[in-house]
């Protein structure tokens, strides 16, 4: 039973990483259009999603293809 259980949870923190990630994934695809409007602002919260993201193991939290947009601007 005690197993079960286990697998139960792996997969809840599963999906909670996987929510995570596209929360990331989302976020960044966003970052030209919302940061402009409040950086204090969009600071904090990407400050947050990291921690979240840290708790998972996603360690990185901005993505190659991010930075790369980022140079364009």
Do not use: E, Y
């Not at 039973?1 to 809840?12: E, L, T, V, W």
């Not at 989302?26 to 990407?46: H, K, V, Y």
Request: glycine share 10%; proline share 5%.
């Amino acid at each position: 039973m005690a197993g079960a259980a286990g697998k139960g949870c792996s997969a809840a923190v599963g999906i909670r990483g996987a929510a995570a990630q596209s929360l990331r994934d989302l976020w960044d695809a966003d970052q030209a259009s919302l940061q402009p409007l409040d950086q204090t602002g969009w600071t904090s919260i990407d400050a947050q999603i990291d921690k979240v993201l840290k708790i998972f193991g996603i360690d990185h939290p901005h993505p190659p293809m991010h930075r790369r947009s980022r140079r364009k601007n």
